[in-house]
């Protein structure tokens, strides 16, 4: 769209709210087998990357989300070797997961090679590497399929999907969790791009009642990125340990000194502070867990 002032892009992902990026130019435009894929380069958010209209990331913003949904995981679990990436094919999650040198193997299933294309052409500095590194493989298969059939093993799985519309809706139900499960070793943990709940409510909740009633801890935990509007966006936690998100704070302070990673939204003190949950999130996860029904919310 653009109008007196310029190329604007807009999202309409909840209902009555648009947001729009001002747009210098676009680097990228087109459909591939599997959604429309944009990267534009905006006027204050960095390059913007959307997908079925729908914004993944900023690269002013990226390290946030990123950078969450990888060290809360990986410092609260201690030994992480084998990790599994469904979606993230801007390489963003693969970027941090590889600061670790204790990981050694990282496996990313994305639907769209588009997906991997453009982003290693246009958002090099998402990935920053990753995609080079020797622990690093790809397969491009719908994500529900890999859980189903695979025999591999991991100690994190790292849902980083877009939303529960198009390809993305087979990764928030039940059967795929349940393979999700499977797929973990014993101590593992699971955790999920599960929404802004101001704005998303149900999808949050959906993720934490399936979650209850496969793993003994299902809860989430909270980063504040700042282009997904509507507040803190949700992260789903699922493991069968429930101890790995009460890990002493001096603990934590150890391994994230010891990883040696240099982060800018990530600390120990936020690692802390990520679980505790404002009433309204603590509510739709508590009424989740007793399997209240979607529609009060
Ligand atoms: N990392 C971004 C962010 O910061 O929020 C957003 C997520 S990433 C771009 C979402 C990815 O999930 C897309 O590359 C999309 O192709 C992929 N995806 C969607 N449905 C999938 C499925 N069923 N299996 C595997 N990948 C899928």
Known sequence: MSDGDGIWYSETLHEGLRTSFQVKRVLFDNRSDHQHLVIADSVSFGKVMMLDGVTQLTTADEFIYHEMLSHVPILAHGAVKDVLVIGGGDGGIAAEVLKHDSVERFTLVEIDGGVVDFSKTHLPEVSRGAFEDP?????????????????????LIVIDSTDPIGPGEV?????FYRDCHRMLKAG?????????????????????????GIFRDATCFLAAVPTYVGGFMALGWGSDDGDLRKVAPEIIQQRFEAAQIETRYYTPEIHQACFALPRFIGDIVASARQGSPLRDL
């Open 188 to 212: 593992g943990i699971i955790v999920t791009q599960n929404g802004v709940p101001f704005f998303q409510p149900k999808e949050l909740a959906q993720t934490i009642r399936f979650f209850s």
């Open 135 to 155: 622990r690093f493989e790809v397969i491009i298969q719908d994500g529900k399929d890999f859980a189903a059939t695979t025999e591999r093993r991991y100690d």
């Open 171 to 175: 990764l928030f139900t039940e059967s």
